[in-house]
């Protein structure tokens, strides 16, 4: 299973108690990297909280029939059993999973020559983010930017369930860092996702999960709505370029005239000329 992996990268939290497979397979130079969250009460309420939005990979856990995909469990390891386990408060289950996980990698550690442990709450330091680069790359490596994604500042909870998975994805990749520094990222970011959503709709691919996809006539309405948006705005920057062209203009003519040994009388009585609404100097210049 892992030598015949067809993907790149999956990401999840269950890989712990295979972690012998992957020292099999690859040896003691394969890294090892453990990112765990140090606030055990945090990471559990996390884990409770994805659980209710998204069962389907919390068998074992859920109640819910969507939960078809399984995870490990005390009962698996014989230290209870499977009744016993079932009868356990969400809470408790989870607390038993993240003390299990990172014993499991306590374990397994010595398998391989390169461990690095890192909390999650440290992610956006810059020890932190010069060990990791570090670590990929080696030593003299240019350290990678702050990001934070998975933006929790909206609560997902709040919506209707059939579109928990949509805003789940929208806002998952968004890095509020680079937001709060970089004044376009929004918008290539909102316009990236909007195009890739769609996309997924015309072909139907899975990757909308539970979400619903919406019909040709209205996926039509949608593009034809955003063609008119856009051009909106569009217009609106060309307005904004022209405007700053302008400013600029006049601006290195107010320079000129103040540098110069025109009388003071002609410097105001342009500069008034410039102020007045639709006055014709404002217009020339």
Known sequence: MVSECPYDAIVGNGYAAVLPLFAERYGRGLKLVHLRRADRAACIASLAKNCALFPTAYGYYSSSPEATVKRMTAFHFGEMTHAAWDRLPIEEK???YYDKTHALIADAKALFDSFTKIETETLDSAATRRAFANLVAGPGTVVPPKSHLNATMIDISAF????????????????????????????????????????????????LGPAKAASPDEIATDLDRVLEIVGKRLREFRS????????????????????SRIAFGAKRTFSKALG????????HF
């Open 240 to 259: 904004l370029r022209r405007d700053l062209r302008r400013r600029g203009a006049v601006s290195g003519v107010i320079s000129v005239l103040q540098n």
């Open 160 to 207: 209707p369930k059939e579109q928990q998975f949509k805003m789940n994805w929208l806002l998952g990749g968004l890095n509020i860092d680079e937001m709060a520094q970089d004044d376009l990222y929004a918008i290539d970011y909102f316009l990236e996702r909007f195009i890739a959503w769609t996309g997924y709709q015309i072909t139907n691919a899975p990757q």
């Open 276 to 283: 007045r609404k639709g006055g014709r100097a404002a217009r």
């Open 94 to 96: 989870f607390g038993w």
